[in-house]
């Protein structure tokens, strides 16, 4: 059975940073398309970041310059740095790989 597994969040201070992971178990994704969506309490799940299988990337405007995805395609596994996180990126972050989408893992970021 295929699944996509999310680890990496937590609870950090504004300015701060964490590294989220999305690795899938059953299944190579190397030939695949990743991306990284985010839902915020009391909002619609929204695009942050995306890495194709030749390694180009895609970002949210609102993450630009603060985000880097990157692949490790011989761990299966599609990584998301976000760096000078602010308040408003608190959210569960999901990964996505065609129609396959993960638990979550919850990123707080606080005041």
């Known amino acids: 059975q295929v699944q996509l597994m999310e680890s990496g969040g937590g609870l950090v201070q504004a300015g701060g940073s964490l590294k989220l992971s999305c690795t899938a178990s059953g299944r190579i994704f190397s030939f695949n398309t990743v991306a990284w969506y985010r839902q915020a309490p009391g909002k619609v799940r929204e695009f942050v970041a995306r890495i194709s299988s030749l390694g180009s990337t895609n970002y949210a405007d609102s993450v630009k310059g603060r985000f880097t995805i990157s692949r490790d395609n011989a761990k299966n596994t599609v990584y998301l740095q976000m760096n000078s996180l602010k308040p408003d990126d608190t959210a569960v972050y999901t990964c996505?790989?065609?129609?396959?989408w993960g638990q979550g893992t919850v990123v707080t970021v606080s005041e």
């Open positions: 996505n790989v065609d129609l396959m």
